[in-house]
C-alpha cells in the first residue's frame, strides 16, 4: 500500500513537500512515480525517480520547480515543490512499478497506486 501526504493549501510561491510511504512492501526495487489530476483534466505525469535514486526524469511543467528523492531506509519518496502556482492544483498519486519509466511515456501505467492527496494553489 502507498500512502501519500503532506498535501494543503498554499499561497501562489509557496512550497510543499510531499512524502509517498510504502507499508506492507520495500519501495527498494521500485521505481516511484509522482502523477497529477487537476478538475476536467487528464492525469499528468509529473515526475520519477529510479530504484536506486540515481536516475529522475520531470514534466516540462515542473521542471526546475520540483525535485523528486526518495529515502530507502525510510521506505518513503518525496516531491518537494517551490514556487507552486494555480496551474499546480490538482490531486496528487504517487505510483510504483519495477520498470523505470520517464513522464512522456503517457502510456504507461505503474502497478501500484496511492489514494491522493489535494493540492491546491489559492491566495
Known amino acids: 500500500q502507498l500512502v501519500e501526504s503532506g498535501g494543503g493549501l498554499v499561497q501562489p510561491g509557496g512550497s510543499l513537500r510531499l512524502s509517498c510511504a510504502a507499508s506492507?512492501?520495500?519501495?527498494?526495487?521500485?521505481?516511484i512515480g509522482w502523477f497529477r489530476q487537476a478538475p476536467g483534466k487528464e492525469r499528468e505525469g509529473v515526475s520519477c525517480?529510479?530504484?536506486?535514486?540515481?536516475?529522475?526524469n520531470y514534466a516540462d511543467s515542473v521542471k526546475g520547480r520540483f525535485t523528486i528523492s526518495r529515502d530507502n531506509a525510510k521506505n518513503t519518496v518525496y516531491l518537494q515543490m517551490n514556487d507552486l502556482n494555480p496551474e499546480d492544483t490538482a490531486v496528487y498519486y504517487c505510483?510504483?512499478?519495477?520498470?523505470?519509466?520517464?513522464?512522456?511515456?503517457?502510456?504507461?501505467?505503474?502497478?501500484?497506486w496511492g489514494q491522493g492527496t489535494q493540492v491546491t494553489v489559492s491566495s
Open positions: 506492507g512492501f520495500t519501495l527498494d526495487y521500485y521505481a
Open positions: 505510483a510504483a512499478d519495477p520498470v523505470y519509466w520517464t513522464t512522456s511515456d503517457t502510456w504507461y501505467v505503474p502497478e501500484y
Open positions: 525517480i529510479s530504484s536506486s535514486g540515481g536516475s529522475t
